[in-house]
């Protein structure tokens, strides 16, 4: 069983930056694919980047070259660096594992989720 917890969202003005973070126990998190989904209200919720187990990362189109996803394996963490947001980036941002298929070929799985989740944090984006 894996427990994930993020941190670091908040409220930010249009241009500016965050950095989300996600703290796994349980597992063996080198082994895990970890993805960053989010949810506007309203709206289904939406794979917005991810890294394999071997660090293929990809990303949705609307936040590619603002977004970038990385993990530190030696502190079991993932990260979402958030540059020049927009308010259409505001929602509820979720970390999530996989531990069933975890190679680049899998974004097509995890569009449609992972095996488990944190109970998200709250970017908001200010215009």
């Known amino acids: 069983q894996v427990q994930l917890v993020e941190s670091g969202g908040g409220l930010v003005q249009a241009g500016g930056s965050l950095r989300l973070s996600c703290a796994a126990s349980g597992g063996i998190f080198s082994r895990n694919a970890m993805g960053w989904y989010r949810q506007a209200p309203g709206k289904q919720r939406e794979l917005v980047a991810a890294?394999?187990?071997?660090?293929?990362?990809s990303y949705r189109d609307a936040v590619q070259g603002r977004f970038t996803i990385s993990r530190d394996n030696a502190k079991n963490t993932t990260f979402l660096q958030m540059n020049s947001l927009k308010p259409e980036d505001t929602a509820v941002y979720y970390c999530?594992?996989?531990?069933?298929?975890?190679?680049?070929?899998?974004?097509?799985?995890?569009?449609?989720?992972?095996?488990?989740w944190g109970k998200g944090t709250l970017v908001t984006v200010s215009s």
């Open positions: 890294i394999s187990r071997g660090g293929t990362t």
């Open positions: 999530a594992a996989d531990q069933y298929c975890t190679g680049s070929g899998c974004y097509a799985r995890w569009r449609n989720g992972m095996d488990y």
